[in-house]
């Protein structure tokens, strides 16, 4: 039978647990129909669980007070991937508070939800989130397992120490975080560098030209980058300190559609010389996106604005990174017939992933193309050596202006 999980997110004043006990379990601890009309399950016997729940969680001070115990909410979930197949959880969200001088780092657990009359079963105890000591919600490590101990026959309590951090640690892992979140944001920079293909090219009779210069394209695609920063770092300073919330789905699908106008763009100029705006405008969608990576970290005032700070500096970080391995290729294609070959491709193929993607967010279904982009991101590094040598035999070959686009 499944086991239940207790999830810690270690805050300054506060430790938050999330309780995921299945339901199969509970009913035999618990003593009423709970998968009878699970799904009013909370609506039915709400009062009874909360009561039963507190009554079997009591952390205790290293001074020996006990802590008080809130519960937030309920909610019934299915469990699709198991080892012991399908079934229904119920999870449970709780903020355990220390008494004056105790720390949240140092406590004891007395739990025995479930196992005082399952003796069989057991939880899983884990730290989630450490912002302190740089530990997102995405890697939580086991602290310990709380079950019964045959040879003394009791449930025994679970000690909780964990390591002091430091606000240095917590904000170098939002730099990572961040820094990741670029690097795996496929949609994220394919806009950007779709937007920036023509940025070396002047605009003839309405059509992509010849190239505009070393100084032309460095200040076109300055400009162009710093808007994108601009636009996304407003509203993920909004969006990460609760000011507003956004909908999940329709940003991604906007950010797809972003994609597809630059790529439109890129093909033939619709809006030559005001890039900057649109890397603005649509910089503020992206931000949302990367808003939704720290809303749920629930920090204080203080841990929030260096998390904001961090991960947008590890964003841009890798951001510049990767333009910085690319651009200088562009470039030097761009002053070779080549160039028009690589900005009309790489147009087309943004174009159909951006499709693919709408299509894909749209009807929340995976597509061939979403699969295909995303598997050919992982060969990244061999696109930018084969762009490197197409650049390197541009540059001795026998040069030519660019002809009009």
């Known amino acids: 039978m499944p086991n239940s999980v207790v999830l810690l997110d270690i805050k300054p004043q506060m430790v938050t647990a999330e309780l995921q006990l299945p339901l199969n379990e509970l009913e035999l601890a618990f003593g009423h129909d709970v998968n009878r009309n699970s799904d009013k399950l909370v609506e039915r016997l709400g009062t ?4 039963y729940i507190l009554q079997h969680v009591h952390p205790v001070g290293s001074d020996g007070r006990n802590w008080a115990v809130s519960l937030q909410d309920m909610l019934v979930q299915p469990v699709q991937q198991s080892e012991s197949g399908p079934y229904k959880e119920l999870t449970v969200h709780l903020v355990l508070i220390p008494t004056d001088g105790n720390s949240t780092r140092n406590f004891t657990l007395n739990y025995d939800v479930i196992i005082h009359q399952v003796v069989s079963h057991f939880a899983l105890v884990s730290v989630r989130q450490d912002w302190d000591n740089g530990l997102s919600q995405n890697h ?3 602290v310990g397992v709380v079950r019964m101990d045959v040879p003394t026959n009791k449930i025994l309590p679970l000690q909780v120490n964990i390591q002091q951090g430091s606000l240095w640690t917590g904000f170098t892992a939002m730099l990572g975080l961040g820094m990741q979140h670029i ?6 920079l394919l806009f950007l560098l779709t937007l920036l293909l023509p940025a070396t090219l002047l605009v003839t009779r309405k059509q992509w030209g010849q190239f505009g210069g070393v100084g032309y394209s460095l200040v076109r695609i300055f400009k162009i980058v710093t808007a994108f920063t601009a636009g996304h770092s407003v509203t993920l300073l909004i969006g990460a300190t609760g000011l507003f919330s956004f909908p999940g789905r329709p940003i991604e699908i906007l950010i797809a559609l972003s994609i597809l106008i630059s790529a439109i763009h ?3 100029p619709i809006f030559p010389g005001k890039e900057m705006y649109i890397a603005a405008g649509f910089g503020l969608v992206h931000g949302m996106a990367f808003a939704e990576t720290l809303v749920n970290l629930n920090l204080d005032a203080g841990r929030m604005a260096l998390s904001i700070l961090g991960f947008n500096l590890g964003i841009e970080l890798m951001q510049l990174f990767i333009i910085a391995i690319i651009i200088p290729w562009l470039i030097i294609l761009s002053y070779n017939n ?3 070959g690589l900005r009309v ?3 087309i193929t943004a174009g159909t992933a951006s499709v693919g993607w709408m299509v ?3 009807t929340d279904k995976p597509n061939i193309v979403g699969s295909a982009v995303m598997a050919a991101a992982g060969y990244a590094q061999w696109l930018v050596l084969i762009l490197a040598i197409a650049a390197v ?3 001795f070959a026998p040069r030519r202006q660019n002809a009009l686009g």
Request: proline share 4%; no cysteine.
């Open 140 to 142: 939580p490590y086991q």
């Open 183 to 188: 690097k795996e944001g496929t949609d994220h």
């Open 48 to 51: 009874q669980l909360k009561a």
């Open 360 to 362: 894909e967010r749209i």
């Open 345 to 347: 491709g790489g147009a």
């Open 266 to 268: 890129a093909y033939k």
């Open 338 to 340: 080549l160039y028009k």
């Open 393 to 395: 035999f541009s540059f």
